[in-house]
């Protein structure tokens, strides 16, 4: 079964720029999470979808930061304009269903986009 | 302050037990977990305890719940070179919520 899927791996822009992440999740899960990583501090969930639609974004910097997952599949996120305090490891996740209420589900990670804002 | 909170560096000798610990903020968590990431890589879910549980043993990883004192740690018997990576201890965010929420991470180090 393959994994999580994220591209570009590596990404170098400068502030104020633009730049988009993608993600493939587990084949079936419905449920989608990015995460936001800096540096010596553990993941930090950003939004999270369910299906195609958003179940939590409440920690998403909404005046730069935009996410969607069309399709109820693959998802992209998307920094404009990108800050110096950007630079981070941006981590997508997806599960089977909601961690919400019936049960837990094991997030599945992928390996992350590494974000370098110069 | 964070809400969990480890320490940051463990470094253990090669067929050692390491111990990593943990303690959390929020006493009505209904799962604590333990996640491992390598160099490179994603998190890998490697255990978890649910919170009316005071010992979890899984092979070589044995996970030891605290309530009382909100504390969490993670044995790993027979520590190999492979085993080097960052630890993280999270506990699931309170409102009915099963994500976790991350502590900083403990890098365990294992030399020869």
């Known amino acids: 079964e393959a994994g999580v899927a994220q591209s570009p791996r590596y990404k170098i822009i400068e502030k104020r720029q633009s730049v988009a992440f993608w993600c493939n999740p587990i084949?079936?899960?419905?449920?989608l999470y990015w995460y936001q990583q800096i540096l010596g501090q553990g993941p930090k969930l950003l939004i999270q979808?369910?299906?195609?639609?958003?179940?939590?974004d409440s920690q998403l910097p909404k005046d730069r930061f935009s996410a969607e997952r069309l399709k109820g599949v693959d998802s992209t996120l998307k920094i404009q304009p990108a800050k110096l305090e950007d630079s981070a490891v941006y981590l997508c996740a997806s599960s089977l269903v909601s961690s919400r209420g019936t049960g837990w589900y094991e997030q599945y990670f992928g390996p992350g986009t590494r974000l370098t804002v110069t | 302050g964070e809400d969990v909170e480890q320490s940051l560096f463990l470094s253990v000798r090669e067929g050692d037990s390491s111990v990593i610990n943990c303690t959390y903020t929020d006493s009505s968590s209904t799962y604590l977990y333990w996640y491992k990431q390598e160099p490179g890589a994603g998190l890998q879910l490697l255990t978890y305890i649910f919170s009316n549980m005071d010992m979890k043993q899984d092979q070589r990883l044995t996970v030891l719940l605290n309530k009382k004192d909100k504390h969490l740690s993670l044995r790993i018997a027979d520590t190999q070179t492979g085993d080097s990576a960052i630890y993280f201890c999270?506990?699931?965010?309170?409102?009915?919520?099963?994500?976790?929420?991350f502590g900083r991470g403990t890098s365990l180090i294992v030399h020869p």
């Open positions: 999270a506990e699931n965010r309170s409102g009915g919520s099963y994500i976790p929420t």
């Open positions: 979808f369910q299906n195609n639609g958003v179940v939590d």
């Open positions: 084949s079936g899960h419905a449920t």
